[in-house]
């Protein structure tokens, strides 16, 4: 019935941490916050000023440039603090909690009695919005463009993700109701990427779709690999892409007619006690995860939000990134090491079999934040088209990035990729260079460029 | 290794901003990175696991993979010497005579590369780059013996400047800079790097010397056979004392005459093994580059005869004499000089296997192609480059036109 796509290179990097199946409520306590900076190329205006009362899906700041778009609030209670960095630039709205619960109230209707003009205006007023992004560029999409399909990925295959099966076990009616109201979003089809394999997946049964099967290491379950495998973006397409548990937030938008984003959120890695889920909002604080549930050792760690191939490193006083749903801690590493080019290296982990932990490739490592080495410019080549299954030469297409060509850019297939999709290109470059900065760069110059 | 580590931390103030040794910062941190894997962890975004392999790891497998060749090499060094002279000095005499006669040319050509490689270090205030950790070992191995060490160093220092350097360093290269150093040597030296003479360590001077005695390697032997002598029996070579033929064996091991280290197959293959398996290096410009000297080294032998009696000689020969295997394995596989498109390397492998039989069989000035033809075909890898990735550039355009 559905399609089966085996996806060959790639790697999957094994490693400690991978969380129990265990899911653990937290109520909202603490501060929550919403980061601007989580979303590229926006220009934040401030909504709600310090002492404003806000519930649930009261905006907080817009885009400056598209106005429209309205980032609003997770939780009902008071913006405690809006904290600046240089330039006056916004890092942060802070707010304070009341424990009432409350949210604004938005249209709750069925996807079939609603126009696509009207699922906009409530996805749109709600703070949904951002929640999609769009290829090109990996951005939130301009709401007067349609896309030309949607495509949404079921699965993380990363490591030290979460399971996006044991996510929306509860509430695959809610995700259901999403997909129906996406799909009135697009003249095309909305496509989900699913894992193949797995006898019982909750995704099998989904209606209104088209499904496809992926099989295979990291990167299958980027939804750029799935996009570049369905129907590649070309020069001119947009297409949105959203993650699996983020329908289910606007599947509850419509049901309700409230703004409930609940996360569940995987804390994972190698310095956790016991990983496994919580359930939560979206702009939790690390440290209502993290406490009580650090190792107690004096190893320098790392607390990481999102996962380790992708995420932004972060201190317990920050909070999760708007799309993250994963916490990860991992050991910081900062130590030098004696020769540690020359040794054996039997626990160390390598794409190459230069060191010998080829002798033992299944094994899941403990592994640290150190680069291991210095960064060089562009040596090994083929070692990037290895773990990069699309149809495009990752390493010219950086390239052309580095020397700004434009024009280069877009024939290479600038259009079709994110950084994510070049985050293990970045870790088993033996140059050490900063990968997807540079496609982040190369998005920036191009939004740029082409106005 | 804590106190060297303290040390270290030590006196590090001096050499950062506003220290006593600011200026010497570079290259401070060059001899402390080598001593040290840095603490630097990975940035604020991005990936935060990186790949134990760095460049310092990455070029000490390729020096390891060219040992076997050199210790070979130093022992056919003394062998060939002994043979000379006539006298059978075992095993160990013939290795250390050997070693005697290497040692320093490795020596001044680490000495002669690191240190010009110092000089822009200090110049341009980046740390050092290990290309040279490679090129410094490449060079003594593609050298006759006897080539006076103040020409491997001007040689080693040119090829550090104007084949590196002035392009940027490792990475930015046009040219693989060893070989460069050995092509300044063979049209700037030519005597010396050529001819019957040089490739037997004493051969020139001609002290005790067993009269009648040659040194000329079997390629120039096969270069230099006339119709008649192929006609009647084949390709026949002989050893220096003219007493035995050398056969396909004894080419594959070795112990014959030529530069340093290309002599033994048998030895560069092992190097090669450890480079495919460790994945240093790339199996599709190696086996496309044996692929190509094979392909028209046969078409040669499938010519009617008397054409050219180079024409006949079995394409096997080809591989097993000469730079050829040495070249493919450890020259041609220079990932910053070779094509960096996988379907590229196929193409720039097989090209460069051609071009040697080409410039060895074709060419009457010298029996040897493998270097020319590697770095003819790093001139032209970005070429091949261009034509595979306009490929998928087009197979992108015509996405956009089935649309439309």
Not at chain 1, 153 to 164: C, K
Not at chain 1, 310 to 328: A, Q
Not at chain 1, 412 to 433: R, W
Request: with cysteine.
């Amino acid at each position: 019935m559905s399609n089966i796509i085996k996806i060959k290179k790639g790697l999957d990097i094994k490693l400690v941490g991978t969380p129990d199946k265990k899911l653990k409520e937290i109520t909202p306590s603490g501060t929550f916050g919403i980061k601007p900076n989580d979303f590229p190329g926006i220009t934040p205006k401030v909504v709600s000023k310090v002492g404003t009362e806000v519930k649930a899906g009261t905006t907080l700041f817009y885009d400056k440039y598209n106005p429209k778009v309205v980032f609003t609030s997770p939780v009902s209670g008071k913006v405690s603090a809006i904290n600046r960095g240089d330039r006056r630039r916004i890092l942060e709205f802070v707010i304070d909690p009341d424990g009432k619960n409350e949210s604004e109230t938005f249209r709750d209707d069925k996807p079939e009695n609603l126009s696509r003009e009207e699922i906009k205006e409530n996805i749109l007023k709600s703070g949904c919005w951002p929640l999609i992004r769009q290829r090109p560029f990996n951005i939130i999409p301009n709401q007067e463009v349609s896309p030309r399909d949607i495509f949404i990925t079921a699965f993380n295959s990363a490591p030290l993700t979460s399971d996006i099966n044991f996510i929306v076990k509860d509430d695959f009616q809610t995700f259901q109701t999403g997909i129906d109201i996406l799909t009135k979003l697009t003249d095309g089809k909305v496509y989900l990427g699913i894992k193949a394999g797995e006898i019982s997946n909750p995704f099998a049964n989904t209606a209104n779709v088209e499904k496809y099967e992926f099989a295979g290491p990291h990167p299958a379950g980027n939804v750029g690999i799935q996009i570049n495998k369905i129907k590649p973006v070309n020069k001119g397409d947009v297409v949105w892409t959203l993650n699996a548990a983020d329908v289910i937030i606007i599947g509850r938008l419509f049901e309700t007619g409230t703004y409930n984003p609940m996360r569940i959120i995987a804390l994972t890695g190698s310095e956790i006690e016991h990983p496994q889920y919580y359930k939560t909002l979206l702009g939790t604080k690390i440290s209502a995860l993290t406490k009580n549930q650090i190792k107690n050792n004096t190893v320098h760690k790392r607390f990481i939000s999102g996962d380790v191939l992708t995420g932004e490193k972060v201190t317990e006083n920050d909070y999760i990134g708007f799309y993250d749903t994963t916490v990860t801690v991992i050991p910081e590493g900062d130590k030098p090491e004696f020769l540690g080019w020359a040794k054996p290296g039997f626990n160390k982990f390598s794409f190459t079999r230069t060191f010998f932990s080829w002798l033992n490739p299944n094994k899941e490592r403990v592994l640290d934040a150190n680069l291991h080495g210095g960064e060089r410019p562009f040596i090994v080549t083929g070692e990037l088209d290895k773990v990069f299954p699309m149809d495009i030469y990752p390493l010219q297409l950086l390239k052309a990035i580095i020397i700004k060509d434009l024009d280069l850019m877009e024939e290479l297939g600038i259009y079709e990729v994110a950084e994510e999709d070049f985050a293990l290109c970045e870790v088993v470059n033996t140059s050490k260079i900063e990968i997807q900065k540079i496609v982040r760069e190369g998005f920036d110059f191009a939004i740029k460029e082409l106005g | 290794m804590k106190g060297l580590e303290k040390y270290f931390e030590k006196i590090k103030p001096n050499f950062e901003k506003d220290g006593k040794y600011e200026k010497w910062g570079s290259v401070f941190e060059s001899f402390e990175t080598f001593l040290f894997v840095s603490a630097k962890t990975a940035p604020k975004r991005g990936a935060h696991i990186r790949d134990a392999i760095d460049t310092k790891r990455l070029m000490s497998i390729v020096v390891m993979a060219l040992v076997p060749s050199l210790l070979f090499g130093m022992w056919n060094v003394g062998y060939q010497h002994f043979l000379s002279i006539g006298t059978d000095a075992g095993f160990w005499q013939d290795f250390v005579h050997g070693f005697i006669k290497v040692m320093p040319i490795v020596l001044v050509s680490y000495i002669a590369g690191l240190g010009t490689e110092f000089v822009f270090v200090y110049i341009k205030k980046k740390e050092i780059e290990e290309g040279f950790l490679v090129s410094g070992l490449l060079i003594p191995l593609i050298v006759p013996v006897d080539i006076p060490l103040w020409m491997v160093a001007v040689a080693t220092v040119l090829a550090v400047i104007f084949g590196k350097e002035v392009f940027g360093g490792t990475g930015m290269n046009v040219f693989n800079p060893a070989l460069l150093a050995r092509a300044f040597l063979f049209f700037g030296y030519a005597k010396k790097m050529s001819g019957d003479k040089v490739w037997i360590a004493g051969l020139e001077k001609g002290q005790h010397i067993i009269d009648g005695f040659s040194g000329a390697t079997p390629l120039g032997q096969f270069a230099s056979a006339t119709k008649e002598q192929v006609a009647n029996g084949g390709f026949k070579i002989f050893d220096g004392l003219h007493s035995n033929i050398i056969s396909f064996y004894d080419l594959f091991m070795g112990w014959i005459p030529g530069s340093i280290g290309e002599t033994s197959t048998l030895m560069i293959l092992i190097g090669a093994a450890i480079l495919l398996f460790t994945g240093v290096a790339s199996w599709k410009i190696m086996l496309s580059g044996f692929l190509g000297a094979s392909a028209l080294g046969l078409l040669l032998n499938l010519l009617p005869d008397g054409l050219n009696p180079y024409f006949e000689l079995p394409f096997y020969y080809h591989l097993v004499s000469g730079g050829l295997a040495f070249g493919l394995v450890f020259m041609a596989t220079d990932p910053v000089t070779s094509a960096q498109t996988e379907k590229g390397k196929w193409i720039y492998g097989f090209l460069i296997g051609v071009l040697i039989i080409i410039i060895r069989v074709f060419n009457p000035g010298y029996p040897e192609g493998t270097m020319l033809a590697i770095l003819l075909m790093n001139a032209f890898a970005p070429l091949i480059d261009y034509y595979i990735i306009r490929a998928n550039i087009k197979k992108r355009l015509k996405r956009i036109k089935v649309k439309a």
